[in-house]
């Protein structure tokens, strides 16, 4: 068997676990223009409680720097509870699975589904990363003057991910940076900044590029292995002439704020 066929019959056998997608180390993230961790611990050492909305595994989470005395992590997929539990629990944070909210994209004004099971009022500090949200159920869990912080996948992120497969990327509904805003400021939320930019992702070999778009389907719902399978040949010659195999993802990041009562 050829190193390339190799390489795709490992990708296709190898397991996501949870939600680090390294793949050993064959899979590297260059920073954003921005430190969406150093904002998150900034307002965590302010903050009596945190909600970090659409924890994965609990990777991100374990990893903070600091985490307020009562933090609590919500999780929509089921294999991914557990794992996030066992990660967290002993940490003292309590994972609760809830049903995920439909793509920002696709809500419409007035939307309420996928409400969080928490009381009005409950959170001082709501983060989210990567995780669609209802703006309105954000607002409606905040303290007066509690804070958002968020940073989301916007709708065109895999430009570069179509372009290096051939493949012609679809029509989709739009999710950027002003969109973002426009649904938090309806909701009642002012913005106090917000930043647009992307990541840099650099795949060490063809096969961890392969599964990682076959793990992460919302990248390229399209892909498969068989069916991009030229492709894919041609990008491994690619990375055994060029060395990695370099995509940017488009992401915007931003906090609002619920104004404080009277």
Known sequence: MSSFEQLLH?????????????????????????NFEAAVVRHAHRSPDMLDMGTGGGEWLSALAHRPARTVATEGWAPNVAVARERLAPLGV?????????????????????????????????????????????????????????QQVASDFNADCYALLDLRMP??????????????????LVIAQGEEGAELLSFDDIG????????????CPEFTIDGCRAALERL?????????LPMRQKLFWLEAVKPAAG
């Open 236 to 244: 491994h010659a690619r990375i055994q002439d060029s060395g990695p």
């Open 94 to 150: 309590e994972v609760v699975q809830v049903e995920g909210a439909d793509d920002n994209a696709a809500q419409t004004p007035g939307d309420e589904e996928a409400r969080l099971p928490f009381a009005d009022a409950s959170f001082h500090l709501v983060v989210d990363r990567h995780e669609s949200f209802v703006a309105g159920d954000v607002h409606r869990i905040l303290v007066a003057g509690g804070r958002f912080v968020t």
């Open 208 to 219: 961890a590029f392969a599964w990682y778009l076959k793990h992460v389907p919302y990248v």
């Open 171 to 188: 029509a989709l509904p739009r999710w950027q940076l002003d969109t973002a805003v426009d649904q938090l400021a309806r909701a009642g």
């Open 10 to 34: 490992e990708a296709d056998a190898r397991p996501l676990i949870g939600w680090d997608l390294s793949c050993d180390g064959r899979i590297t993230t260059a920073a954003t223009p921005w």
